[in-house]
């Protein structure tokens, strides 16, 4: 025996199904919503990353993956985005643009991309919070990366060579202005004033912990600038790293290539790591070096102090 159910039961019933079914999609849908992925084609005539940005939803993180070398410069403003190309390996370059440009961002993410163009590689600015990892970042006419204004720069595992292009003051990575930068795991080579330029209250750390082959930083510089410590084309001395006006310049596990100036009350700490050049502080700066190999000469000048024992005015091969 069969038993009907009214049909105003079965239209509640199927009502019901209905209101579970579409509340069971909007959560999903929401969940869903919080991280949003995108994928750029340069290799399409229409193709614009700067669309994908300007279209993420404020609060929302965002990824946009690049395929191919989009020429063009792109302007970051709002949190949680990511910039990336291919993440099979460090090694690999999956896409490309010609500038990245972040200003008053947080948590902004730019990862294995090739950063070549008329500007800077990466220019961060305004209380901006952006991660640069495992690009390759070259032949820009401006620095590779440019950090100016209260900004927190964490700069890990980058190709950083030849920029710069445009004047001579440009460097792999310069920093000015009350900006903090972390950085390890660097090839910073070749660039046309220095590897690293920090100052006017900034601080640059090389945080390297040694214990990994590719954490340990390389910073290079045997071109035919660099300032008062310039010295034959191809030859140790050139300057490498520029720490001014209050600047601290902090280096941990770094390999250095050419010269070091120290100048206008700023601070130089190396540890555990290997100059190949001249130190050169004045300016009542401060010049601290332990653990450290170096195979240059230290000068002191106008107040300048080196602590832990290292002489100044002549070579040393260790401190303590």
Known sequence: MFT????????LAATLSCFII???TALASDDDGRHRTKTVNCYESDASIQDEVDNAKAGRD?????????DESVSIVKGGITLSGDKDGSNTIGGGLAEVK????????IEY???TGPGYGVLVEEDSSVTIRHNNIHNNMASGVGA??????????????HN??????ESGIDGSGGVTIRSRGNYIAENNYAAVTSGNMSFFRSESSGDIPDDRETFLQKGCSGGELAGTCGEPGTLAVDCFKNGLCDFRNTDVTGGIEVSSMSNLEVRNSTINGNIEGYGGSRLALRNTVNSGNVSCGDATKALYGN??????????
């Open 22 to 24: 579409a509340t069971n």
């Open 148 to 161: 100016f204004n209260q900004v927190f720069v964490r700069i890990e595992f980058n190709t950083i060579t």
């Open 4 to 11: 009907l159910f009214p049909n105003r039961i079965i239209w």
């Open 102 to 109: 972040v200003t008053g961002a947080q948590r902004v993410q």
């Open 62 to 70: 965002t990824t946009i993956f690049i395929v191919g070398f989009c």
């Open 113 to 115: 991309l090739e950063l």
């Open 164 to 169: 710069g292009l445009r004047d001579e003051d």
């Open 311 to 320: 002489p100044c005015g002549e070579s040393f091969p260790q401190s303590p």
